[in-house]
């Protein structure tokens, strides 16, 4: 069994499930990461969990030190992250309260620090990053669902924007003209962080409103608080799934 650290995101500080034995932070080469890690076990398994903007909520998406976070993850002992976002729906099957596990990015962030390789390398390396999440573990996730029969999304592009705005309705029509699905803040750089360590990732995206211009009217909070929280309570049981399934593997 391997030791899987969840990444969680807006609305996601902790899984209530998982008996947490030991709260650790860890200082890195990058600085600090945005939270302790929550160390702790569900069916006799190892988990590592760490909440991406903080806890509580209060690191935006392009402040967050990626890189801190992901190495945090590696020297917690990490051999797989599964990274629970909030997101935006921009096609029809993409609408709120539903899952979704994308199998692409397209990135539109700007001046992150992402990569390890910036400084003091050796060499210039170059990652392959084809297919930016690791398909064994998102089968995985969607063999989960699947058993508890959840109705979500297997497949999307996700778009990653730099926040912390929401985009306008012209920036979510150029987005889907160039094949993005859902529209989010945070799935880069971590994926490609993921990708230089060497760690299986993958994303289980849940869709909290509508993209802009893809309703009547503006986007409401109260609206993606309600959408979160069915969201959420699904993406928990689907986690409970997922480790109890690997439990038995």
Not at 126 to 134: A, K, L
Not at 197 to 202: M, V, W
Not at 207 to 223: R, V
């Amino acid at each position: 069994m391997k030791t899987t650290a969840i990444i969680g995101g807006s609305g996601f500080t902790q899984i209530s499930s998982i008996k947490i034995i030991e709260q650790k932070t860890y200082q890195t080469p990058y600085g600090s990461p945005s939270s302790a890690c929550s160390i702790g076990e569900l069916y006799g398994q190892k988990i590592i969990f760490l909440a991406r903007h903080g806890n509580p909520h209060t690191i935006a998406p392009h402040k967050i030190n990626y890189r801190a976070n992901l190495w945090a993850l590696k020297q917690a002992g990490a051999e797989q992250i599964i990274a629970v976002a909030a997101v935006g729906g921009i096609t029809p099957a993409m609408y709120p309260a539903r899952i979704a596990i994308p199998e692409q990015i397209i990135d539109y962030s700007y001046g992150r620090e992402h990569t390890y390789f910036a400084e003091n390398s050796e060499s210039v390396e170059h990652i392959d990053f084809t297919f930016p999440y690791n398909e064994s573990l998102r089968q995985q996730i969607i063999l989960s669902a699947q058993s508890l029969k959840l109705n979500i999304q297997a497949s999307g592009v996700y778009g990653c924007t730099q926040g912390p705005r929401l985009e306008t309705a012209a920036e979510i029509t150029r987005m889907q003209a160039d094949g993005c699905d859902l529209v989010g803040m945070t799935g880069m750089p971590e994926a490609a962080l993921a990708r230089e360590l060497k760690i299986p990732y993958a994303c289980c995206a849940i869709i909290a409103n509508w993209a802009a211009g893809k309703s009547t009217g503006e986007i409401s909070m109260p609206e993606i608080i309600i959408n979160l929280d069915q969201g959420m309570a699904d993406t928990e049981q689907l986690l409970q799934q997922f480790f109890l399934t690997q439990t038995s593997l």
